[in-house]
């Protein structure tokens, strides 16, 4: 009696160990197959290269240019705030860029640069200035939220600096992060509103 429970104990593990053994075939062939056009690491490196050449020959540019490519239809207000935000995002992606290319970070911290005296700009700053009344770089000392702007603005600069740029934005850093961080604890609710008399 022993021996054939024995002998049906070890007969199933065998079909169980058949199944995995199964399983794991069919998902080495089912991953070998949906990753056979990825191509290499190489090339997996020239494209993104070639998608940040892109993206910095349409973000750096006059700041005028920059907010004529965003559609007239949403408005000036957010054609500023989308000029501001592209930028914001393209610094984000190069940084990552040169973070995983560490030869291409030298070109990516001019770029960054670039990029964030473009957001630095009168033009970009227009949008928020056109809602709170006041320019935002004026009024890193006053009450006004700011917050959109100053927090992009603070990343982009941030960013500029992970990856090993120099000191030229730091002051300015630092008096972003103190008036957002002023503004925001003197909130009953630890939060800003993007503009005034809109729900937080």
């Not at 995002?89 to 970070?105: C, D, E, G």
């Not at 960054?112 to 630095?120: F, N, R, T």
Request: charged share 20%; aromatic share 10%.
């Amino acid at each position: 009696m022993r021996s054939v429970m024995n002998r049906s104990l070890k007969n199933n593990m065998l079909i169980l160990l058949f199944i995995i053994a199964v399983l794991i075939v069919a998902k080495i062939t089912w991953v070998s197959c949906a990753t056979s056009n990825h191509g290499s690491f190489d090339g997996e490196k020239k494209e993104i290269i070639h998608r940040a050449n892109y993206l910095t020959s349409m973000v750096c540019t006059t700041p005028q240019d920059l907010l004529n490519e965003m559609p007239s239809s949403i408005g000036e207000q957010f054609q500023g705030e989308w000029a501001l935000y592209t930028c914001s995002m393209t610094s984000a992606a190069l940084a990552n860029i040169a973070i995983l290319y560490p030869q291409n970070k030298e070109t990516v911290i001019k770029f960054i640069g670039q990029i964030i005296d473009i957001a630095m700009s009168e033009e970009i700053r227009e949008y928020d200035k056109l809602r709170w009344g006041q320019d935002p770089l004026v009024g890193l000392n006053g009450n006004q939220s700011h917050i959109s702007y100053y927090s992009h603005l603070a990343w982009m600069i941030s960013r500029y600096k992970q990856i090993g740029g120099d000191g030229k934005y730091d002051d300015l850093y630092h008096s972003l992060c103190k008036a957002m961080n002023r503004r925001i604890r003197q909130s009953k609710s630890l939060n800003l509103p993007t503009y005034p008399g809109e729900y937080i």
